[in-house]
């Protein structure tokens, strides 16, 4: 029986110190899930797990695509696209650049005012990315091909309805 004891105590005491809790593991970054992100490059691979042994599953190429975290894993992140395809990237292919993707077909209205009887300067293709620079209850301050105003925040994705920033 003391021997038993002892292996039991030899063993626990053997773990190792560094042992991550599942908080760590499975919210590493401490940052709110879900949350918006953008792809930092043109090329980025995402696969059908958490590491480079599962298959690649998509190819994204256009940097600054608005993608939404929906679960973390060490230093992989499962993302989601405005289409709803979900996989894994590696974190370092992602960014905290805000930007989102115009929804109203066949093209947003870009606002010079957050006001809809204000003049309209542009008109931003559906599926096309803008660059979010701040959002205030309904309206989000964007730049898109060197113009910067403003779109209704339901017609975009990659920012929450309830959300704001500056």
């Not at 005491?13 to 879900?34: D, R």
Request: hydrophobic share 35%; net charge positive.
């Amino acid at each position: 029986m003391y021997h038993i004891i002892f292996a039991l105590s030899c063993f626990l005491f053997a773990q190792p110190a560094a042992a991550q809790t599942q908080e760590e593991l499975f919210n590493p970054s401490g940052l709110q899930i879900p949350r918006f992100v953008s792809l930092k490059s043109n090329k980025i691979f995402s696969r059908k797990g958490p590491g480079k042994r599962f298959p690649i599953e998509w190819v994204y190429q256009q940097k600054d695509l608005p993608v939404e975290i929906v679960q973390e894993f060490d230093v992989w992140r499962k993302i989601k696209d405005y289409e709803g395809s979900e996989s894994w990237v590696h974190q370092g292919l992602l960014s905290g650049k805000r930007t989102a993707i115009a929804l109203q077909d066949p093209y947003t209205q870009l606002y010079k005012k957050k006001e809809r009887d204000t003049k309209v300067i542009g008109l931003v293709e559906k599926g096309a990315t803008v660059e979010l620079l701040g959002c205030f209850d309904d309206w989000c301050k964007v730049e898109a091909l060197n113009y910067k105003g403003w779109i209704e925040k339901k017609n975009l994705w990659g920012i929450y309805e309830s959300e704001k920033f500056q």
